[in-house]
């Protein structure tokens, strides 16, 4: 029997991970099995004990359960100590690992796939959340002048960058101002429901990157409001979808698959 791993989300229907490890899996020759899994909004814990139980090996976590399964967690990885957030679960016999992922397949698929230095640079994360917090590490990681996280409640934005300091700040949608920024990434789950967090056209500087964490139609919200405000460079998620699952296929499996025909593939199917 192939070892069984899933995505726990809500929702989860739109996830394109069962095909991205579908596609790791016939790269490195590991056997597995990965499926979604709905959970209800009051019951992450009982869904991942009883796939646990029913001999899963492990879970991705995604909206909004990243700070249960950080809290779910026996064991945790530093980048998820420091994110306060987990996006990946692995069962082993003495408890559960927890890990976060989601920093470094950020960085990657911007610096990498997309060829923007983050060295130096202005950044704007839009949204306080899991998804923020489990990149601020790696953004600082990777060396950025300045970041700046910015919430619709402030008093959330402002305990986040308590927590790592200078050069992290934090602000309020209301208080964003002409500030320019060479990176814009948004964090939030405002394309859910077919919104976008408010984004001044001073906020974007000459050349930047708008960038949006999830994929496909769920960005187009916020990189259709990037673009009025003089964004000409834009990306959605799913490069870092891809990179953040190759990272926990390696805690999962040891091995780190080759992301670039993955990627591509996915991009061609659209």
Known sequence: MPDRYAVVGNPV?????????????????????????????????????????????????????????????????????????????????????????????????VTVNLGVALAGRRVLLIGAGGAASGVVPALLGAGVARLVIANRTEDRAAALARRHGAPVAACGFDALGDEPFDVLINATSAGLSGAAPPLPAGAVAPGALAYDMVYGPLAEPFLAAARRAGATRLADGLGMLVEQAAESFLVWRGIRPDTAPVLAGLRAAR
């Open 13 to 109: 229907a739109h996830s394109r991970s069962p095909a991205i490890h579908a596609a790791f899996a016939r790269q490195t020759g590991e056997d597995i099995e990965y499926t979604r899994l709905l959970a209800p909004l009051d019951g992450f814990a009982r869904t991942v004990a009883e796939f646990r139980d029913a001999g899963g090996k492990g879970v991705n976590v995604t909206l909004p359960f990243k700070g249960e399964a950080f809290r779910l967690a026996t064991t945790l990885a530093a980048r998820a100590r420091l994110a306060e957030a987990a996006n990946t679960l692995r069962f082993d016999p003495d408890g559960v690992y927890g890990d976060n992922t989601d920093g470094p397949g950020l960085v990657r698929d």
